[in-house]
């Protein structure tokens, strides 16, 4: 509960907030300090909860600290770190990125045409010369790690920010394709939707970011490096950034989105974002 509407709370409590705070410190021990919570937080899911007593009409529920930080806090640090981003920080990052596709190369041999046309255009993400944006990426931008409201459907959250890094602009788009493909028995399936949802991303991006043609080819680059990165590598790997899902879940064999991939690629290579696609530009 914010702090701005802690009086409010107990104005119609038979309880009131000193009897609380002398509650939580007989019980887990003093001094007690409040935590403030974002005016527009919501809870559903509490980790290790139990019932602990009752003060009034008040149910008491205690849970262990969580540690980490909310991935609102964690971007908001990671992007005024970027401030002071250097050359000898962005080239680490392209690095690793290089070694991530040669990994891909060597080990998925049949993601060769999709990894050799990361490998000729990923430069531009890190040539300082363009300004290409480096920002803040989940890591592991998945349906699973995605809280929306359960009547209007409107996003509320992200949570799971543990794979957060730099990289360039477009890489975790593969949450699209999260949305609107999924696993099935025969392989990756989009939904009958997807050509109106990417031609709606496209329309909505491409205005509010003031985007090139140049800006669209780049992240289209990285857009097709992410979805290699996600669905290429094992989560086990033990590769910094982004999380990978290659056989996470063995029932279904190998799990490569070989369609999504040269869906990726064809589109990657092609001047404008999808095909049929109308927009304007501010």
């Known amino acids: ?73 964690a971007s908001l640090r990671v992007a005024q770190d970027s401030v002071s981003i250097g050359p000898e920080e962005r080239g680490r990052i392209h690095s690793a990125c290089l070694a991530r596709l040669d990994i891909l190369w060597t080990t998925l041999p049949e993601l060769q045409p999709a990894v050799q046309h990361v490998r000729n255009h990923i430069d531009k993400l890190f040539d300082p010369d363009t300004d290409y944006p480096l920002v803040p990426v989940h890591g592991d931008l998945s349906p699973s790690n995605m809280l929306v409201d359960r009547y209007t459907g409107n996003l509320t959250g992200v949570i799971d920010s543990g794979e957060l890094s730099f990289l360039p602009l477009g890489f975790d788009f593969y949450a699209l394709d999260n949305i ?35 800006d669209i080819q780049n992240i289209k680059v990285a857009w097709l490096a992410g979805i290699l990165f996600h669905f290429g590598t094992r989560s086990d790997a033990g590769l910094p950034g982004m999380a990978g899902h290659l056989n996470d879940n063995d029932s279904m064999g190998t799990q490569m989105p070989d369609e999504l991939i040269s869906d990726s690629l064809r589109r990657s290579q092609k001047s404008m974002p999808w095909e049929g696609l109308t927009y304007e530009r501010d």
């Open 180 to 214: 609107i493909g999924e696993w099935s028995p025969d392989g990756w399936k989009e939904r009958a939707s997807a050509p109106s949802m990417r031609a709606h991303f496209w329309a909505t991006l491409v205005p509010l970011m003031h985007l090139s043609d140049a």
């Open 1 to 73: 509960l914010p702090m701005t509407k802690m009086d409010a709370f107990f104005s119609d409590k038979s309880a009131t907030r000193q009897d609380c705070d002398s509650f939580a410190e007989k019980r887990f021990g003093g001094p007690i300090t409040p935590v403030n919570a974002f005016a527009n937080a919501q809870f559903g899911l509490v980790a290790r909860h139990q019932h602990v007593g009752a003060v009034g009409a008040l149910e008491v529920y205690s849970m262990p600290k969580l540690r980490g930080d909310t991935f609102v806090q």
